[in-house]
T-cell receptor, first 115, second 114 residues
């Protein structure tokens, strides 16, 4: 299995531009998570999908952030417009839901720098 | 609601010395407990987890953690560390009641010196 795939691995953009991060979860997994990691705030859960449906998006910072999961094998996280404070590493993780006992499998992350 | 506290943000240690990374949690229900490891420029990966049964769980690379319900702790230990163990370690808890969303601690940076 290729594991969780994220693209791009690195993104440098200017303030105000739209950024789209992509994730392909592990085949057969029914839960998908988007996280953001920064030195200041640590690992933050942004949004959680189960069976392609957003279950908890309380971690999404503001309306500039949106996430979609059109099918079981693809998800996007979009930031529009981007701001320098959005600079962080964004991780996608997937799991097969087992009542809380499931292991999360993380992708390699997308390192975003907004100038 | 559940929470996780990793008291040490950084733990420096010399190679071949023992190490303990501390994790305390709070939850009003039964929990599942996890330790994840993040090597530089990589995503997190599972190190070990406690679901039920024996309170001592082990990983394949020599780490172990013990679930202590009375102290609400799940400390990670290794009797002799290697340079390659240098990484960020995250403790996480999820409740067996069904939110299915784990809560992660802030992480502990283990730095192994030669």
């Amino acid at each position: 299995d290729a594991g969780v795939i994220q693209s791009p691995r690195h993104e440098v953009t200017e303030m105000g531009q739209e950024v789209t991060l992509r994730c392909k979860p592990i085949s057969g997994h029914n839960s998908l998570f988007w996280y953001r990691q920064t030195m200041m705030r640590g690992l933050e859960l942004l949004i959680y999908f189960n069976n392609n449906v957003p279950i908890d998006d309380s971690g999404m910072p503001e309306d500039r952030f949106s996430a979609k999961m059109p099918n079981a094998s693809f998800s996007t996280l979009k930031i529009q417009p981007s701001e320098p404070r959005d600079s962080a590493v964004y991780f996608c993780a997937s799991s097969f839901r087992q009542g809380g006992a499931e292991t999360q499998y993380f992708g390699p992350g997308t390192r975003l720098l907004v100038l | 609601a559940q929470s996780v506290t990793q008291l040490d943000s950084q733990v420096p240690v010399f190679e071949e010395a023992p190490v303990e990374l501390r994790c305390n949690y709070s939850s009003s229900v039964s929990v599942y407990l996890f330790w994840y490891v993040q090597y530089p420029n990589q995503g997190l990966q599972l190190l070990l987890k406690y679901l039920s049964g024996s309170t001592l769980v082990e990983s394949i690379n020599g780490f172990e953690a013990e679930f202590n319900k009375s102290q609400t702790s799940f400390h990670l230990r290794k009797p002799s560390v290697h340079i390659s163990d240098t990484a960020e370690y995250f403790c996480a808890v999820s409740d067996s009641g069904g939110s299915y969303i784990p809560t992660f601690g802030r992480g502990t940076s283990l730095i192994v010196h030669p």
